[in-house]
């Protein structure tokens, strides 16, 4: 088995005395996509707020072979990884390429000065973004906004890219297309943790899967043996069963 | 009232309006990136005049000390921070900029005689003081509390303001003082007399103005600045640090201050406390702008700055009073045009 490029074991969050999270333990293994499927308000959000040190949490998160004590966001940032949340968090005021540029920061002010070319790879894998570069992004569709909040994520040069529900509020047509892309984006390397309610999609393109369910671990596997998990099967994918 | 005087009184108000300009720039920057209303952004302007007068003098001026002094103060925080997380690595930057710095600073004035040198020379170290003081205060005020509520950054802001005027008393004195001019050139334009200073202080501010334009445009500093201001979230997740961003709008503020300051000394008298008024001044035009636009807020300040001469023409003794009077019709107008947003939590 590859050494994981990130563990996380025993993580727990609590807002107030509420727990949120408990006892979490999850793998990601460098070059595979990790999909954490899972109804509304399990946790999923949480969880990848407490990983990118957004929350104050306990137990102990390793990435890339460090534990990360006092986690700080921009410290995880500049060794490689990346969220893309759930509300994009996009500048609004700024222009598509401003954003985008702005992706590349951590990298930039420790001298790394290739933004340019890293912004030509991402306008590669989004051309709808070139059209737009001049525009604002506040401006944008539901989709052009999620393709620029994972465009803005890429210019970073993630190890690991952590997406929340990218295909949230958008039309079919575009999350086969942002499912395509994230697919398509394994091939260089990147490790993907996705978290999603759309199991079925999620865990087509995925390689592991977890399922949270109240803020813990309810099932984990291969992503193939989860999706003819008769429990995973009839909650999460619906009467249809497997798509072919 | 004939033309003559009202070209005067003119020039008066837009040389005025100038420096509140700059000064409503930076309390909008500093509020659009830490949400603090930074009342102490007049006591930079106190600062830079009086250290220049104090060279000029021939003293050493006492802002030096309160460098030093924070500069350790500072330096002891974040050592202890950094032990307590094993992060040692941090000590270099931590000593360059708390310790050797002030210290090098210190050397210079000391050594250099600064009363024989060149005004350009003695403006650059007075710069060189009091801009420091700007990330120095962030991170001792206002850094611990980056999270807290508008209110309580206001609370502080009032805090650091009141401290800082008290400590300018101390190292100034209660007497004013004045610079000697950086022209003293005087041009006749029609029937208007127009000396250099003036010329100066306008020439300066739009040069200032332009110049922040560009780094907030071009500059990925400038941008991951504006980044800040627009999506607090955002901007972290992109590895941009609120506190890296509140030091350099500190700084900047500071600058800008320090740089107004000594822009104003050979025209006006200044005391250790001049400072809050002018800030105050610039205030009334950054709640034009909603502190929020920097144009309206350059526009607010030509407002403010020309209401002051004509006012002070017609009713001096009342000239302060219809400058800060005229917020009131300001936040009705803004409140009748604008939607409210709630504080975000």
């Known amino acids: ?244 | 009232m004939d033309l003559q005087i009202a070209l005067l009184l003119g020039q008066d108000g837009i040389v005025n309006g100038a420096i509140y300009a700059l000064l409503a720039l930076a309390l909008v920057l500093v509020f659009a990136v830490t949400r603090v209303i930074y009342i102490p952004q007049g006591e930079f302007v106190a600062y830079g005049a009086l250290t220049l007068a104090a060279f000029q003098a021939g003293k050493t001026p006492g802002t030096l000390w309160f460098l030093l002094g924070a500069g350790v103060l500072v330096a002891v925080i974040d050592t202890v921070i950094a032990v307590r997380a094993g992060a040692l690595g941090r000590m270099k930057r931590i000593v360059l900029w708390n310790l050797a710095y002030p210290a090098v600073v210190a050397g210079l004035v000391l050594g250099l005689e600064p009363a024989k040198l060149p005004l350009v020379a003695q403006a650059a170290l007075s710069l060189v003081i009091v801009v420091p003081l700007g990330p120095m205060i962030y991170r001792l005020a206002f850094q611990p509390l980056a999270e807290a509520s508008v209110l309580v950054l206001l609370i502080v802001s009032v805090a650091v303001h009141t401290a800082m005027v008290g400590l300018g008393l101390l190292f100034f004195g209660a007497e004013g003082s004045r610079t000697t001019p950086f022209s003293e050139a005087q041009f006749t334009l029609g029937t208007l007399n127009v000396n250099g200073q003036t010329l100066w202080v306008i020439g300066s501010s739009i040069v200032l103005i332009i110049a922040l334009y560009q780094f907030f445009g071009r500059t990925l500093y400038g941008k991951a600045l504006r980044a800040t201001a627009i999506n607090r979230v955002g901007a972290r997740l992109m590895g941009i640090s609120t506190t890296m961003a509140g030091k350099l709008s500190f700084t900047l503020a500071a600058g800008i201050g320090a740089f107004s300051g000594i822009l104003i000394a050979p025209i006006t008298t200044v005391y250790y406390d001049t400072g809050f008024l002018v800030g105050l001044k610039g205030f009334v035009a950054a709640i034009i702008a909603g502190l929020v636009s920097y144009p309206l807020a350059a526009a607010g300040a030509i407002l403010v700055g020309l209401l002051e001469s004509f006012s002070s023409f017609w009713a001096s003794a009342f000239k302060e009073v219809i400058v800060f009077t005229l917020i009131i019709p300001v936040l009705v107008w803004r409140s009748l045009t604008s939607h409210h947003v709630e504080e975000e939590e």
Do not use: W
Request: glycine share 10%.
């Open chain 1, 1 to 244: 088995m590859a050494a994981p490029i990130l563990e996380v074991n025993d993580l727990c969050v609590s807002y107030g005395k509420v727990e949120a999270l408990h006892h979490i333990n999850l793998r990601v293994e460098s070059g595979k996509i990790v999909t954490v499927i899972g109804p509304n308000g399990a946790g999923k959000t949480t969880m990848l707020s407490a990983i990118m040190g957004l929350l104050p949490s306990k137990g102990e998160i390793q990435f890339r072979g460090e534990v990360q004590r006092d986690i700080e966001v921009e410290h995880l940032v500049t060794m490689g990884m990346t969220l893309v949340p759930e509300k994009r968090e996009l500048f609004g005021e700024m222009s598509v390429e401003d954003n985008l540029l702005l992706g590349a920061f951590q990298r930039y002010r420790h001298g790394d000065r290739d933004e340019g070319k890293t912004m030509d790879q991402v306008f590669g894998t989004f051309p709808r973004l070139k059209e737009r570069r001049m525009q604002l992004a506040g401006t944008l569709s539901g989709g052009e906004r999620q393709m620029l909040a994972v465009g803005r994520a890429l210019m970073a040069k993630p190890k690991l890219l952590m997406l929340d529900e990218p295909s949230l509020g958008l039309a079919p047509l575009i999350v086969r297309e942002i499912f395509h892309i994230i697919a398509d984006l394994k091939q260089t390397g990147v490790a993907i943790l996705l978290v999603e309610q759309n199991a079925r999609a999620a865990l087509q393109i995925a390689d592991y899967g977890y399922v949270l369910e109240t803020g813990s671990i309810a099932l984990e596997g291969e992503s193939r043996a989860l999706a003819d998990d008769p429990r995973v099967v009839e909650t999460y994918l619906g009467l249809g069963g497997k798509k072919q």
